[in-house]
Every structure is written in structure tokens, then in C-alpha cells.
């Protein structure tokens, strides 16, 4: 059991690019979250999976922003045409099977100039 | 909407003391509560939880009471350690949601 690993630590990017970020879950996981932090709060839901199925999104995760989760193993995350808002750490969670015991990853900290 | 309030921080105890971290609730149904910890560098864990009233959840030392006439789930722990500085979020989750609604966290600094 390695944990749940995030891919990259940090990204800086201009405004206007996009970006993606990678989360690769315990083995054998079949639920996988992704989570948006920003300084001073808590982690607020973006969206969730069970094995490859997107089963529910946040109304925070705007169109520009698009999750995958092919073959339900590693997910992706990608925000296009960033904004200076979307600067925040985005955090990915695996379960076995149960929504209240969640692992989470170290997260990927995006600052948008 | 459901939410959880918490105590804000930061809390600065010495080593060996008594420490109380505040969590209140709002919510349309009755949730279960948690307790998550983030130590430095690391990713968010579970440190306790209670899934109806009366519960008391308890882990590490550190307890925790579902109370619904106050709707709280206040943190405790008898004599903290310098191991203890993190940062702790209150959590609920509803029945049959998929999505934890975390507090906004309270960061605890233990001094030797």
C-alpha cells in the first residue's frame, strides 16, 4: 500500500492555459474523489467515481473543467483556460468501498499569474 | 445547505495539556461526523468518527461525542503531545452522499 499519489507537487501556469493534473489511487480502490482547498478552508467536493463512472459532479466544477477515470484506475484533471481563481490545491481520495474512510493524497498545489 | 463550523485556529497548547477543539453542525438529516487530521507534508486521515447520536468515537487518545441536542462533535484529548500539531477538520457526510463536507480547519501547535 503506497497511498494515493498526486501528480505534480506544484504547477504554476499563465492564465489562459490549460492544465491537468494526474491521481493515482491505492490498488484496488473502486471509489476516487477529487477535492478543490483553498487557503484557510477545508476541502470542498468536485467530483466523484466509482470504477470508471463519473457518478456525481459538483456545481463548483465549471465546464471548463473535465475529470476522467479510464478503465478505473488513475484519474485526470483538467482545467482549461485557467483563471486566476482556480489557484488552489486539488486534492484526490480513494476508498474501498465506503464513503466515510477516505486516503488522500499530499494534493497538487496550482498557482494561476 | 448542510455545514460544519469550526473553532478557529490556531490553537497553541503546551505539551501534557487538555485541549478542546469546537465543531458544530447544520444539517437537514442526521449525518455522521468525523474528524480528519492533516499532519505537515502529508495528505488528509481519518482520525475518528461516530455515525449516530450518543456515539462516542475515539482514536489515539483523542474522543469525540455526537451530540444532537447541541448538534456537536466537539475534538478532545487529555494530555497532547509536540506529535499533535496538525491540522484537524470536522467532516459530516448525509446518507447516501457520496461528498464529505469538511469545516474550514483548526490548526494546533503543540510546544515542547
Known amino acids: 500500500d503506497t497511498g494515493v499519489s498526486q501528480n505534480p507537487r506544484h504547477k504554476i501556469t499563465k492564465r489562459g492555459q490549460n492544465v491537468t493534473f494526474r491521481c493515482d489511487p491505492i490498488s484496488e480502490h473502486n471509489r476516487l474523489y477529487w477535492y478543490r482547498q483553498t487557503l484557510g478552508q477545508g476541502p470542498e467536493f468536485l467530483t466523484y467515481?466509482?470504477?470508471?463512472?463519473?457518478?456525481?459532479k459538483s456545481r463548483l466544477l465549471s465546464d471548463r473543467f473535465s475529470a476522467e477515470r479510464p478503465k478505473g484506475s488513475f484519474s485526470t484533471l483538467e482545467i482549461q483556460r485557467t483563471e486566476q481563481g482556480d489557484s488552489a490545491m486539488y486534492l484526490c481520495?480513494?476508498?474501498?468501498?465506503?464513503?466515510?474512510?477516505?486516503?488522500f493524497g499530499s494534493g497538487t498545489q496550482l498557482s494561476v499569474l | 445547505g448542510d455545514s460544519v463550523t469550526q473553532m478557529e485556529g490556531p490553537v497553541t497548547l503546551s505539551e501534557e495539556a487538555f485541549l478542546t477543539i469546537n465543531c458544530t453542525y447544520t444539517a437537514t438529516g442526521y449525518p455522521s461526523l468525523f474528524w480528519y487530521v492533516q499532519y505537515p507534508g502529508e495528505g488528509l486521515q481519518l482520525l475518528l468518527k461516530?455515525?449516530?447520536?450518543?456515539d462516542k468515537g475515539s482514536n489515539k487518545g483523542f474522543e469525540a461525542t455526537y451530540r444532537k441536542e447541541t448538534t456537536s462533535f466537539h475534538l478532545e484529548k487529555g494530555s497532547v503531545q509536540v506529535s499533535d500539531s496538525a491540522v484537524y477538520f470536522c467532516?459530516?457526510?448525509?446518507?447516501?452522499?457520496?461528498?464529505?463536507?469538511f469545516g474550514s480547519g483548526t490548526r494546533l501547535l503543540v510546544r515542547p
Open positions: 467515481f466509482q470504477n470508471e463512472a463519473q457518478l456525481e
Open positions: 467532516a459530516l457526510l448525509m446518507d447516501s452522499s457520496y461528498k464529505l463536507i
Open positions: 481520495a480513494s476508498s474501498p468501498g465506503t464513503n466515510e474512510k477516505l486516503f
Open positions: 461516530a455515525t449516530k447520536a450518543d
